[in-house]
């Protein structure tokens, strides 16, 4: 995801949208929740649908849901264009199994961001959409957040406050890392972004070593 910007409104709603990986969707009026991924490679969002979702005129993305307590103020409505993928040869359909696991909806799309709307602002979907500018870094630093559990539960425990049972990184940029654990996808957030990947690797053994 992008790293911070000058605009205070898209530097919400991009920590926003890097904060959760589930949301309401909306399409043509049928509401359900969704979970998703950011593919590195663009920024574009990865979701597993059922066929009338995927064929709705209309999609409408809601992150986090609305009714949670405290969401008005930072929550997005992402206006998203979708395009089915096929898993066997988009690999990122992998990424999205490894963070969520599979269930079965029939469905994979490449959602694209068209326009973002949030309490007080409404932008263009390309200011949240961005690639991973250290994507291809990224194995060697989720490595280096797995290579030690406990290690990497309690560096969690001091970023967010929750006891993550058996964490597993699974995806990891500029702004921080995420992490599957028996609760859904938890965010880490460094304290700012980091430069380049050694950066950011200097800030995981860091939090590592004081875990």
């Known amino acids: 995801m992008s790293q911070e910007t000058d605009h205070p409104a898209i530097d919400r709603a991009q920590r926003t949208l890097r904060q959760y990986r589930e949301g309401a969707l909306d399409t043509d009026g049928a509401v359900h929740r969704r979970r998703f991924i950011i593919d590195p490679a663009d920024g574009s969002l990865i979701l597993e649908l059922t066929p009338a979702e995927l064929g709705a005129s209309q999609s409408v993305l809601h992150v986090p849901e609305e009714e949670l307590p405290g969401a008005a103020d930072t929550s997005l409505q ?19 199994i490894a963070a969520h696991g599979r269930r079965s909806l029939g469905r994979w799309a490449r959602a694209r961001i068209e326009t973002a709307r949030t309490s007080d602002s409404v932008m263009p979907g390309e200011d949240l959409m961005a690639p991973n ?27 967010t406050g929750l006891d993550v049972d058996e964490p597993l990184a699974v995806a990891c940029d500029p702004c921080g890392f995420d992490v599957r654990g028996g609760v859904g996808v938890i965010r880490g957030e460094f304290e700012s972004p980091g430069e380049d990947a050694d950066a950011i690797a200097r800030t995981i053994e860091a939090l590592l070593r004081g875990a």
Do not use: M, Y
């Open 78 to 96: 992402l206006l998203l264009s979708l395009e089915e993928i096929d898993p066997e040869t988009a690999f990122v359909c992998d990424r999205f």
């Open 133 to 159: 500018p250290i994507r291809a870094d990224e194995g060697r630093l989720l490595r280096l957040l797995n290579a030690d559990r406990a290690a990497l539960r309690k560096g969690v425990l001091a970023l």
